[in-house]
């Protein structure tokens, strides 16, 4: 039997949603080749999520997901930003019929793609969006679009007219963007960059909308000379090498290679992916490190016993330990509340915030769960201390009430209740009466 480790089981895995096409009268679900090749290139597993329906409740099933890469695809529905009625309908109709496979909309890729941004905006999973995958994040975060670039765009100088859609030349068109200073995008192509005045690089694209608002957390990293935001990024969630990366490119830097060959146009290209993937690697650690070193258990996949827990970690594993204990002897026993120490509540708080942040690196199920045990042992103490003082506060409360009330009203209610006293004692005697000897022949 062979020793060697099962990768599949080891490396980071990437989420990539397909594209549908029709082929011979069947439809047929796609991912370009460069997308994979280079997630594969630089350590890491892309698992394609089918576009068909119902696969938008079924992302559970795809855990874990250490990064999300979307890409390509039709429009996405106008009604999910807002933009219904940017376009008279003569101008939908002229762009219907000039992107017929691109203007046609796709609901349930909207569906899955919007879900798995969202998923990865709340968790902080490394995401990558290239192209119709720059506009979905923009749209999950708040963020507009312009239908259509040509009809909507603001108009500039006619030196500044610039081209996003070739289709007699989809790989080889490009136009210039201009990168800003002090971004990730800048430091990628500094080498290309370098002694330019205007910081430019000619990039390929391939696209109609483009953003028209961008969403506050985000800042652009490049422009097209007519405006368009052509790159941005959240730089609260990015730092590759602790598994932070939200980004969106409106260009195509995987296909920025010369003609006939690999190359890439500029050695810059392949940084989105390389430092994507170094974030997806870096995230699935993360998790790692909370399953080996606060739970002491190997997380799923990775080989070996967990390491050793050093002195502090091993004084904060006791803590949880205690905390829980604490928490479920409440919750079948009661509690005593004289025995409800401070340091105990402090237990209790530790039990609780661990579970609340462990709830990130779970499925929703299980992070649904762990958030409702956390919430019931931060509740406990403050429960059980609270329970002394329910009659008092139901005593004074009632006064409070009955203070507002007439005479002819509290009249009212004695009798009331002295008659519910009556009728209670009275079937009360008839439960404790002995039952009759049963009389047989």
Not at 74 to 90: H, K, M, Q
Request: glycine fraction near 8%; charge should be negative.
């Amino acid at each position: 039997m062979s020793s060697s480790p099962d990768l599949s089981r080891i490396l980071p895995r990437v989420l990539i949603v397909s594209r549908r096409t029709v082929r011979k009268n069947k439809f047929v679900d796609f991912v370009g080749e460069y997308h994979l090749d280079l997630v594969v290139s630089y350590g890491a597993v892309p698992v394609i999520v089918p576009r068909v329906a119902g696969v938008h409740a079924m992302l559970d099933s795809f855990e874990p997901i250490h990064g999300v890469l979307l890409c390509e695809g039709e429009d996405i529905d106008p009604s999910l930003y807002g933009g219904d009625d940017a376009l008279s309908p003569e101008q939908l109709e002229a762009v219907r019929r000039l992107h017929p496979s691109d203007a046609a909309l796709d609901h349930e890729k909207d569906s899955i793609e919007l879900l798995l941004a969202r998923r990865c905006l709340e968790r902080g999973i490394p995401y990558l969006g290239i192209c119709r995958g720059s506009q979905v994040l923009n749209v999950a975060c708040g963020g507009s679009l312009y239908q259509d670039v040509d009809q909507e765009l603001p108009s500039h100088p006619a030196d500044s007219t610039v081209c996003h859609m070739d289709y007699a030349d989809y790989d080889g068109h490009r136009h210039p963007v201009r990168i800003l200073p002090g971004t990730p995008l800048h430091d990628w192509f500094a080498a290309s960059l370098a002694g330019q005045e205007r910081d430019e690089i000619m990039v390929n694209s391939y696209h109609h909308q483009g953003v028209r608002r961008l969403a506050e957390r985000f800042v652009p990293m490049a422009f097209a000379p007519d405006g368009l935001i052509e790159g941005f990024y959240d730089p609260d969630a990015y730092s590759p090498g602790e598994g932070k990366f939200i980004m969106g490119l409106q260009f195509h830097p995987e296909r920025m290679r010369k003609p006939s060959s690999d190359e890439f146009d500029y050695p810059g290209c392949a940084k989105a992916y390389q430092e994507f993937v170094r974030a997806v690697v870096a995230y699935q650690a993360k998790l790692a490190a909370v399953a080996t070193q606060v739970l002491n258990v190997p997380l799923r996949g990775l080989a070996g016993v967990a390491p050793k827990l050093s002195h502090d970690m091993e004084k904060q594993r006791k803590v949880l330990v205690r905390s829980f204990s604490l928490a479920k002897n409440m919750y079948f026993g009661g509690g005593d509340v004289q025995k409800t120490a401070e340091a105990e509540r402090r237990d209790l708080d530790a039990g609780a915030e661990f579970l609340e942040t462990t709830a990130a690196a779970l499925n929703s199920q299980q992070e649904k769960r762990l958030k409702q045990m956390g919430a019931t042992v931060r509740n406990a103490s403050g429960y059980l201390n609270s329970r002394l003082k329910v009659s008092e506060e139901r005593e004074a409360a009632a006064r409070a009430l009955m203070a507002k009330m007439s005479v002819t009203q509290l009249s009212s209610l004695a009798a009331f209740y002295r008659a519910m006293g009556s009728i209670c004692s009275d079937v009360l005697d008839a439960k404790l009466q002995p039952p009759s000897p049963t009389l047989h022949e």
